[in-house]
């Protein structure tokens, strides 16, 4: 019975991936007409903010960041899965390429506060983490579900007056949300 349930959700993940948009153009479109039924984080449109917990119990507020930094905020299904380590440590290993271009880096999902203490350590990873442990953020920020059973995996950036200049919505294609997020983040520094 479990590799009957092992084979139906990966038919679905295939059926998704059959879906997914080619390019980031197009993912940005799909987000966006996902997102606009329900509001959320559009593009050209101030972010909403954001009050959550880092992996040491801090509270971050996006609007902490407005007028200091562009803020890339990536949303990920869980802590440790394998798309979500390949995102996450690939997010690592360019974080000084955004640093250098005076961004900062924030990860959220549902996992909690001692979860993403355990797979930032485990994972060297060197930015922040939140916990939406009830997934309101994710909901406010119109990340959709895919397929109605699974957190998605949307990124965004923001640039400093808090507007969203990115939206890049792909469930699959873990590593090249990393690339749209420096391509944007290089795009604002050179302004």
Request: glycine share 8%; aromatic share 8%; with cysteine.
């Amino acid at each position: 019975m479990r590799k009957a349930a092992l084979l139906t959700l990966a038919s679905l993940f295939l059926m998704q991936a059959a879906l997914l948009p080619a390019n980031a153009e197009d993912a940005t479109k799909a987000a966006g007409a996902k997102e606009s039924k329900g509001g959320g984080a559009k593009l050209n449109e101030p972010a909403p903010d954001f009050a959550l917990s880092d992996a040491e119990g801090k509270t971050v507020h996006l609007s902490d960041f407005r007028g200091k930094k562009v803020v890339v905020v990536y949303f990920y299904p869980k802590d440790e899965t394998p798309g979500c380590t390949t995102e996450s440590c690939t997010f690592r290993d360019k974080y000084d390429q955004f640093k250098s271009a005076g961004a900062e880096v924030i990860g959220i999902s549902s996992d909690s506060v001692e979860s993403h203490k355990k797979f930032a350590e485990h994972r060297k990873l060197p930015f922040i983490l939140l916990s939406d442990n009830k997934g309101q953020v994710r909901k406010l920020w119109g990340v959709p579900s895919a397929m109605g059973i699974m957190p998605g995996r949307v990124t965004y950036v923001v640039d400093k007056d808090g507007v969203v200049r990115l939206v890049f919505n792909s469930m699959l294609d873990a590593e090249k949300h990393v690339a749209e997020a420096v391509k944007a983040v290089n795009q604002l520094a050179a302004k």
